[in-house]
């Protein structure tokens, strides 16, 4: 019972943890084609920026995938 | 059907660390990853020697693929960052971890070999060693007294500095777990992935019906294309790994400045 909720609590933790990084992750892609198309020159400055941006936003999900792990562990 | 559960569960053994050797020198063993490792240990430094055998001012061959990488480091990410004087100063540093990533990440999608970035140990180990480097850079050039002060932004209530610090110094800390965490993961999970469109293929072929030739067809497409992506996640990983090394440096390097 107590290996078969784990499995459940683990699985929940990575689904729900990823909802946030996941809109986080849209809207930095969105704004990042919103300001490519304003300023076409800036767009080789404003990827490197999106993919620093987009590590620190993944790393949240990533938390959660740890999680799961650990929970599944347990 | 029913034997779907066997197989993620060989899927996931196949994925786990085991030694390849039963003698063991002392407490070191040669594993399935640290053997792969090693392969691309030795690529990389043959690819690079042979690159660079013969320089030219027009390179060719195999020089002018590696020239064109180098100078994509060089001047894409380290120059960009950090500035012409400091990208050069700390592209060799920069450039290995790139290479490093992208060589170990490619070589783990040949079938049959696993990525040496896809266990912990590796990946915290390099997340480690930049946590170390840059930390080590900021020191040095701003002294330890000031360095452990530009935690705290000048102009920071007398109230709210502990906490300043303290969450200054757990982002710290967080860094290089995040990177270790980030590379591992995705890795990991993609190989995972693959294997469970290869599952769905192989069970698909087990019953001759219309609706497990249909599953099988799409469990084929979908492994092909993400094989095909699987690619362009080694490269990304590689790119994202060094470019927050870059990006932890220059912090580093200008943290007493304002």
């Known amino acids: 019972m107590v290996g078969s909720l784990s499995v459940l609590g683990a699985g929940l933790a990575f689904g729900i943890g990823a909802i946030g990084p996941a809109i986080g992750i849209g809207m930095i892609g969105a704004k990042t084609i919103e300001s490519m198309a304003r300023q076409p020159e800036m767009a080789g400055k404003l990827q490197a920026t999106m993919f620093i941006a987009l590590g620190m936003t993944e790393a949240i999900a990533l938390l959660g995938f740890v999680l799961a792990f650990v929970l599944m562990g347990a | 059907m029913d034997n779907m559960g066997k197989m993620v569960e060989e899927l996931l053994h196949e994925l786990s660390v085991q030694p390849l050797f039963s003698k063991h020198i002392g407490t070191f063993t040669l594993t399935n990853y640290s053997f792969f490792l090693l392969i691309a240990f030795v ?3 043959v690819f690079f020697l042979v690159g660079s055998r013969r320089l030219s001012l027009v390179p060719k061959g195999i020089g002018n693929v590696v020239e064109w990488a180098v100078s994509f480091v060089r001047d894409g990410l380290c ?26 990440d490619v070589l783990g999608l040949i079938p049959g070999a696993k990525p040496g970035t ?17 930390n080590g850079i900021g020191i040095k050039k701003s002294g330890f007294v000031r360095y452990i002060k530009s935690f705290v932004p000048s102009g920071t ?3 709210l500095m502990p906490l300043m610090f303290l969450l200054e110094i757990v982002s710290h800390f967080l860094r290089p777990l995040t990177l270790g965490i980030r590379l591992y ?6 190989h995972i992935m693959l294997g469970i469109f290869a599952i769905l293929v192989t069970i698909s072929l087990e019953s ?16 092909v294309i993400m094989y095909g992506f699987e ?8 790119y994202i790994f060094s470019i927050l090394t870059t990006v932890y440096i220059n912090g580093a390097l200008h943290a007493t400045e304002h």
């Open chain 2, 157 to 159: 209530p007398v109230v």
């Open chain 2, 208 to 223: 001759l019906s219309v609706g497990s030739a249909v599953t099988g067809g799409l469990a084929f497409v979908m492994h």
């Open chain 2, 231 to 238: 690619f362009f996640v080694a490269g990304l990983q590689a």
């Open chain 2, 43 to 45: 690529l990389t430094v």
């Open chain 2, 79 to 104: 120059i960009d960052m950090l500035g012409s004087e400091d990208g050069r100063k700390y592209f060799p540093f920069v450039g290995t971890i790139f290479f490093f990533v992208l060589f170990n």
């Open chain 2, 185 to 190: 993961a995705n890795m990991y999970a993609g």
């Open chain 2, 118 to 134: 896809g266990t912990l140990g590796t990946t915290f180990t390099w997340g480690a060693i930049v946590f170390l480097v840059y």
